[in-house]
Antibody, heavy 118, light 107 residues
Framework: DVQLVESGGGLVQPGGSLRLSCAAS????????MDWVRQAPGKGLEWVGR??????????EYAASVKGRFTVSRDDSENSLYLQMNSLKTEDTAVYYC?????????WGQGTLVTVSS | DIQMTQSPSSLSASVGDRVTITCRAS??????LAWFQQKPGKAPKSLIY???TLQSGVPSKFSGSGSGTDFTLTISSLQPEDFATYYC?????????FGGGTKVEIK
């Protein structure tokens, strides 16, 4: 079975940094595109960014709201996806989900909560 | 960016009802449209991709239709486990964008 397990969330001050991780299992991680999607408390879903696979040079895409501050990366040898978040703002407070993409999102992790507050 | 507009934003329905949710794209997206279900406190679940293809394991009471700019999600006979919030998403172009959600509540 496909499993995606996020970790690394927590409380951080505005302007700070945090690195989220997603451990993947149950499928050939290196073949797949992977995304991060977030959800602010009581709000809807917002796509954050994408990592394409090795065949597509691990290229990335980002939402305008995080471009230049967040970086999506992956380690296929560890079956892991990462989200490096810098210059965090209070509006980045959300549950962050790691998702697998086959045509589009087909599996979601359970999410990890990031709270940006002083 | 492509804007996705869902209607209604919420609805009340009874067990056994047929429910239809609409999603409209601000420009044509062919059939690059997905639907997701989210229950309170849980991660979303993928239901449909390519506007009308069910993800593996999704019951056939869910169906999707549409192409271009107008899409619908239909639940043929609402059951207690279907009360949730439903989101559409376009994946025609970056940034990927979601609709605002439709909350389906018990009447």
């Amino acid at each position: 079975d496909v499993q995606l397990v996020e970790s690394g969330g927590g409380l951080v001050q505005p302007g700070g940094s945090l690195r989220l991780s997603c451990a993947a299992s149950g499928f050939t991680f290196s073949d797949n595109y992977m995304d991060w999607v977030r959800q602010a408390p009581g709000k809807g879903l917002e796509w954050v960014g994408r990592s394409r696979n090795k065949a597509n040079s691990y290229s990335t895409e980002y939402a305008a709201s995080v471009k230049g501050r967040f970086t999506v990366s992956r380690d296929d040898s560890e079956n892991s996806l990462y989200l490096q978040m810098n210059s965090l703002k209070t509006e980045d407070t959300a549950v962050y989900y790691c998702t697998r993409t086959v045509r589009t999102t087909d599996h979601w992790g359970q999410g990890t909560l990031v709270t940006v507050s002083s | 960016d492509i804007q996705m507009t869902q209607s209604p934003s919420s609805l009340s329905a009874s067990v056994g009802d047929r429910v239809t949710i609409t999603c409209r794209a601000s420009q044509g997206i062919d059939n690059y449209l997905a639907w997701f279900q989210q229950k309170p406190g849980k991660a979303p679940k993928s239901l449909i991709y390519s506007a009308s293809t069910l993800q593996s394991g999704v019951p056939s009471k869910f169906s999707g239709s549409g192409s271009g700019t107008d899409f619908t999600l239909t639940i043929s006979s609402l059951q207690p486990e279907d009360f949730a919030t439903y989101y559409c998403q376009q994946y025609k172009s970056y940034p990927l964008t979601f609709g605002g959600g439709t909350k389906v509540e018990i009447k």
